[in-house]
């Protein structure tokens, strides 16, 4: 089969490689109908993790089962899927409490295996024409419709940024009424946008320097706050201060809420700096967030944070060690979430709110485009919003044409 290989940093190269075949009896083969290009894998494609040449990427797949080993009872041949971006077993302590993403059976080195990504586990990666499934009754999530369908595109986010968005809501804490502040208009950011306003938020802040990402973030109803016109956090309190109504409800003392309630970070390590934007800082997110999240009020970092970064700006960042504005966050009693998102805790319900209309994630896909293209689209996502890649919001592959 033809897959996308890694060859080395910012290097990616179309190549034959051996088809996947069934090495368990709970094993299932796909052909991949759609693959999408992650953040995520832009962090091993610029080498900031121990990804090493060979590697086949892609963990937001979606395709057609064709293959299923003699244990397998619930899913079929010909079966239409979708597959969480977490590899997990189903069984064991971790998965039975809804923790798939760090599943104890998955991934010999620490809890939680994934697709094609470095300390995740054995598994190949999807952007290939097949891909090999493991579990395959647990993992695979079955769709309706046909492959190629108006859904495509929606469903090919059920993977990862649609339910990891949402995730980073439930880490927020956003209920109806909610005051938000997602950092980051990424596919990530901008599916925790879409979810915050999914679960009834009422002001949704979006934080970026992309004006093409913070155009669609606008165009969801959020509002755009690009970072190199000034200081965010200012810009946010700015903008709440003078809104009429919020200023009139406040009772004396109230004005110490002047921040939000809840606060997101869809960008994670490799966060851009200020006001240097070409000095990176790992904690810029972190520390604004801090300053803009109010008393009793609640973080999810959704954004990766790993304990190995090999391009890291310092000796400290190189292993995961960040210093971070623990005083601040302590004395607001602010709850912090971390970690990557459980997709099957919701992949099946958003499924069937984009059936009925309710999401329509696929509108931020900006290129869907052939296998051999990888290598070209790698380098106009890693601009993340800028330059040549400022129009490249999402990227889905298409290996089987
Ligand atoms: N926890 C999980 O399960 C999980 C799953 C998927 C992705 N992720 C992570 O989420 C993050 C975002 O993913 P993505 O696909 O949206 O990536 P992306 O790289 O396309 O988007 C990141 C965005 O953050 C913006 N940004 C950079 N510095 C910023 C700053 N200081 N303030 C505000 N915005 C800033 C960039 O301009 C860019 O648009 C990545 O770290 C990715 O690895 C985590
Ligand atoms: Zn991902
Ligand atoms: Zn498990």
Known sequence: MKALVFTGIRRMELQEVPDPVVEQDGDAIIRVTSAAICGSDLHMYEGRTSAQPGMIFGHEVMGVVEKVGNGVQLVKVGDRVSLPFNVSCGACFNCVRGF????????????????????????????????????????????????????????????DVLPTGYHATIMADVIPGSSVAVFGAGPVGYMAAMSAFLR????????????????????????PINFTEGD???????????????????????????????????????????????QERPVQVIEDLARLVDATGSIG?????????????????????????????WEKGIKIETGQAPVKRYNALLRDAIVQGQLMPGKFVSHKLRLENGPEAYEKFVQRGTGEGAEYTKIVLKPNG
Not at 303 to 325: E, I, M, S
């Open 100 to 159: 798939v993403n760090a599943c104890l059976t998955t991934n010999p080195a620490s809890p939680g295996g994934g697709y094609g990504y470095a300390d995740l586990g054995p598994y190949r990666g999807g952007q290939a024409q097949l891909l090999r499934v493991p579990f395959a009754d647990f993992n695979c999530l079955k769709l309706p419709g046909t492959p190629g369908d108006r859904w495509e595109e929606d469903f090919i986010m059920l993977s």
């Open 200 to 223: 009834g938020a009422a002001e949704v802040y979006v934080v970026d320097r992309s004006e093409v990402r913070l155009r669609k973030v606008a165009e969801l109803g959020a509002v």
């Open 232 to 278: 965010p956090v200012e810009a946010i309190l700015k903008l709440r201060s003078e809104n009429k109504a919020i200023r009139e409800s406040l009772r004396p003392g109230e004005e110490k809420m002047a921040g939000v309630l809840c606060g997101i970070d869809a960008v994670g390590y490799q966060a851009i700096g200020r006001p240097d934007p070409n």
């Open 301 to 329: 970092l959704i954004g990766v944070y790993f304990k190995g970064d090999p391009g890291g700006v310092d000796q400290n960042a190189r292993q995961g060690h960040f210093t971070l504005p623990l005083g601040a966050l």
